[in-house]
């Protein structure tokens, strides 16, 4: 369990700024799973949802980094989630999946060349002696704005992406368990995004650097 408190490069929970705001978000709350669920609610929704970042560097996972500019994808918020929550000394680490997101943006499937998202990552906390995962990735403006259901986080049940958006129609389908990890698995991200167009000789572009072929 050490192993998901520790602070890393890339996961930076020892960094002033981290700890100063882990500290300040849950000022007054003893419980942990309080205190996951008031930081799962900073990081949602001060932190806008933007997929379109560059992400194939450590640096451009880096908690402190997401928390300076104030946007990132899904992984790149869960890293400052996770950071904050090892900065109040509850375990954290990273899932992945493999996900099929039927109302993803034109332009984003353009540059995947599909609707197949290989690496999307959230949070799971260890709470109350079990890991209960939280998705802090959508934040309520975008939610609002594109009719997505937004998820909410009780701190004892799984929060992930509806199934479904407010209108009915099909949203996320999890395709494939990628399984857990305590820091930010960088090249393996970028195989598993080049493998997913490899066998049709396509490229993907990670941010501003194209890889594959």
């Known amino acids: 369990m050490l192993t998901y408190l520790q602070p890393t490069l890339i996961v930076d929970s020892d960094n002033p700024i981290i700890q100063n705001k882990a500290q300040e978000v ?6 942990s799973r309080e205190q996951a669920r008031s930081l799962f609610y900073f990081v949602r929704d001060w932190v806008k949802y933007n997929p ?7 640096e451009h996972f880096q908690a402190s980094n997401i928390f300076a500019t104030r946007e990132g994808n899904c992984v790149q918020k869960a890293s400052l989630l996770i950071a904050l929550s090892r900065a109040k000394g509850i375990p954290a680490r990273f899932h992945f999946f493999k996900l099929r997101n039927h109302r993803l943006p034109e332009k984003m499937a353009a540059l995947l060349l599909s609707n197949v998202i290989p690496a999307h990552g959230f949070v799971e906390f260890h709470l109350d002696g079990k890991w209960v995962a939280a998705t802090p990735a959508f934040d309520i403006k975008m939610c609002e704005k594109y009719g997505i259901i937004p998820v909410e986080f009780d701190g004892e049940k799984d929060a992930k992406f509806h199934s479904h958006a407010r209108d009915g129609k099909l949203h996320i389908e999890y395709i494939y368990d990628r399984g857990t990890y305590a820091d930010v698995p960088v090249e393996e991200i970028k195989e598993w995004v080049v493998g997913e167009l490899k066998p049709e000789g396509k490229k993907v572009v990670l941010g501003n ?4 072929g």
């Open 209 to 212: 650097k194209i890889s594959g």
């Open 52 to 58: 379109y970042l560059p992400r194939y560097l450590p």
């Open 26 to 31: 849950t000022k007054g709350q003893k419980e």
